[in-house]
Structures are given as structure tokens and as C-alpha cells.
């Protein structure tokens, strides 16, 4: 079954905005991963953060963790249109080759 | 850093006609690669975990004769969708698990995706 629900569906916004988007997940993780699909492709990784991390971040992405919620949230600043994508959390419940589950995911778009 | 690649990319074929996608991890080994399904606009649902040398776990829900799994080799893992019907038509994608990412996380390395269409 699906554990993370990503916040909004759905975002649209003018390049040089900010984007957030969240996840919510409901059981304890290890870690907890976010990723990028552009339309018609397959998923490229972005970012990880470890349950006893609370922030973390690479380039222009911020992610959050609250453990005490179960939630996540993901930060894109000075968005640009090339950043047009679903981002998908995924939550990584035990170690080894267990399979991550994924959210729903946000459907971005940035507006030239 | 790790490549999976992933064939054919797309693929029409008839009712009742067999397909096989393939998925290779080009520059690491994978013991074990994992094969989701996803509908347009919707994420991606897990069908089955595919291990080197032994068979496929499959989810509940996915059919273990109708998605036929094969990971003969470090590298490569197929998925065969035998008998497809319509209803078959989907996106298709395999990922794989590169051991050498750092802390031995389990991030996930995709293949583009394969769409098959199904007249």
C-alpha cells in the first residue's frame, strides 16, 4: 500500500518562485527520499535524508524531516521551468533490498 | 554514476502477442531490481521485486503468470507480459539498486521506462 501522500497534487508557479511541496508518511522510516520524474521517464533520485537528520541540503533543494509527524517536506528555490516535473517522496522502512514505497507525487510546473 | 538501462521504450503490439522488456544495469551489479507499473498521472505501484538466480516476489494483486520476471544474470532482469490485453497498456519501470551509494542506502537507480501500448 502507499505510505507517503504528497501535498499539493498539483503546483504552478512563475520562474524565480520558491516551490514546497510535502509528504506525509505513516510508519517509521530509516530514511526518507525524494525524486524526480520528468514526463514519459523513468525516476532520478534527487535527495536522501536519514531519520535523525532534520534538514538537509543540495544545490538549490531543501528537504525537512519531522519525525514526530511523519512528514517531509521538499524546497526548490529560484525555480526554473526546467524544474517542470512530479517530484515523489519515498520512505525507506528497513535496510537491505527492501523496496521503497512511493507517494502520489506533485505535478509541478514553472511558467516562463 | 549508475545507469540502468531499460528496452525497448516503447512498444505496440496485438491483443493475445507476448512482450519482453528488458533492464540492465550498465556499470554495477544489481542481485536484486525492482519492476513497477504507473497509469498516467498516478504513482508508481510496485509489481514485483526480482532477485539473481532465484524467483521474483511478487505483489499481491499482480498475476506471477501473466508478468513473467527473469533475472538470469547480475545485470539484466526481463520482464515478459505474456497474453497482453488492452487492459495490459501501461508505463513500465525497472530500478535497481546500486550497493555502492554511500551507507549502502537503498536509493534507487530507473530505467526510462518502457510504454506499451496494446491494440
Known amino acids: 500500500s502507499q505510505q507517503g501522500e504528497e501535498d499539493p497534487q498539483a503546483l504552478s508557479i512563475q520562474e524565480g518562485e520558491n516551490a514546497t511541496m510535502n509528504c506525509s508518511y505513516k510508519t517509521s522510516i530509516n530514511n526518507l527520499q525524494w525524486y524526480r520524474q520528468n514526463s514519459g521517464r523513468g525516476l532520478v533520485h534527487l535527495i536522501l535524508i536519514r531519520s535523525n537528520e532534520r534538514e538537509k541540503h543540495s544545490g538549490r533543494l531543501r528537504v525537512t524531516l519531522d519525525t514526530s509527524k511523519k512528514s517531509s517536506s521538499l524546497l526548490i528555490t529560484a525555480s526554473r521551468a526546467a524544474d517542470t516535473a512530479s517530484y515523489f517522496c519515498a520512505t525507506d522502512s528497513h535496510s537491505g533490498n527492501t523496496p521503497l514505497v512511493f507517494g502520489k507525487g506533485t505535478r509541478l510546473s514553472v511558467i516562463a | 554514476g549508475a545507469v540502468v538501462s531499460q528496452h525497448p521504450s516503447w512498444v505496440i503490439c496485438k491483443s493475445g502477442t507476448s512482450v519482453k522488456i528488458e533492464c540492465r544495469s550498465l556499470d554495477f551489479q544489481a542481485t536484486t531490481m525492482f519492476w513497477y507499473r504507473q497509469f498516467p498521472k498516478q504513482s508508481l505501484m510496485l509489481m514485483a521485486t526480482s532477485n539473481e538466480g532465484s524467483k521474483a516476489t511478487y505483489e499481491q494483486g499482480v498475476e506471477k503468470d501473466k508478468f513473467l520476471i527473469n533475472h538470469a544474470s547480475l545485470t539484466l532482469s526481463t520482464l515478459t507480459v505474456t497474453s497482453a490485453h488492452p487492459e495490459d497498456s501501461s508505463f513500465y519501470i525497472c530500478?535497481?539498486?546500486?550497493?555502492?551509494?554511500?551507507?549502502?542506502?537503498?536509493?534507487?537507480?530507473f530505467g526510462a521506462g518502457s510504454r506499451l501500448t496494446v491494440l
Open positions: 530500478s535497481a539498486r546500486d550497493l555502492r551509494a554511500p551507507g549502502g542506502a537503498n536509493v534507487l537507480t
